[in-house]
């Protein structure tokens, strides 16, 4: 099977745009979470989808929103970028819903940078 | 919530000596604990992983720990090669009747000397 796949690779924006990544999950898994990985806190729970609704959020500003599609493709979008918004972005997905010996696969990550 | 902390921060050995990396969990409901390895500029890839219900696990060179009174949990790799050298990561997941997730160590980088 085809990994977790994340578009785009690199992403450079400016202070106040917004920016959507996108993460195509493995073939037949249905939870995506998002993570934010930065040198200094290591990778923060951005949120879990699952069958297109939002089930846990991390600590995050509202700024920071996702959404899945009926494929379990998902997207996550932030708004009104800020400098500290700089990091990599990964997605994970897993197989079986609400189990809590899932597996998390990741994807090769979206590294923005805002400037 | 969970709180898993993860020590050393960073970790220098030997070709060919051992390595230690332990991690401690608070939430006593947690009960999978995978084990993360990141090369740079590379995605975290699972190396090994262990449940509540195993106390020890191995896989050639790699094996992990669990102990769940003391709430903590190690990774160990022997006879370390150069190219074991990456920043590992544990985690413990916790299950919510809403889904599961995932909580990590902040991670060590481990170097190994030839």
């Known amino acids: 099977k085809a990994g977790v796949t994340q578009t785009p690779r690199y992403l450079i924006k400016t202070r106040g745009q917004q920016v959507t990544l996108s993460c195509s999950p493995i073939?037949?898994?249905?939870?995506v979470s998002w993570y934010q990985q930065t040198p200094g806190q290591g990778l923060q729970f951005l949120f879990e989808?699952?069958?297109?609704?939002?089930?846990n959020k991390g600590n995050f500003p509202g700024r920071f929103s996702g959404r899945q599609f009926s494929n379990s493709r998902s997207e996550m979008n932030v708004s009104t970028l800020e400098l500290g918004d700089s990091a990599l972005y990964l997605c994970a997905s897993s197989p079986s819903p609400g189990q809590s010996t899932d597996t998390q696969y990741f994807g090769p990550g979206t590294r923005l940078t805002v400037l | 919530g969970e709180n898993v902390e993860q020590h050393p921060s960073t970790l220098s050995v030997q070709e060919g000596d051992s390595a230690v990396i332990k991690c401690t969990y608070s939430d006593s409901a947690s009960n999978y604990f995978p084990w993360y390895k990141q090369e740079l500029g590379k995605r975290p890839q699972l190396i090994i992983d262990?449940?509540?219900?195993?106390g020890e696990k191995k896989d050639q060179r790699i094996a992990v720990t669990l102990n769940k009174t003391a709430k903590h949990f190690s990774l160990h790799i022997t006879e370390t090669q150069p190219e074991d050298s990456a920043v590992y990561f544990c985690a413990a997941s916790t299950f919510f009747s809403t889904g599961n997730q995932f909580y990590f160590g902040t991670g060590t980088s481990l170097t190994v000397i030839p």
């Open positions: 073939s037949g898994h249905r939870s």
């Open positions: 262990i449940r509540s219900n195993v």
């Open positions: 989808y699952f069958s297109e609704t939002q089930r």
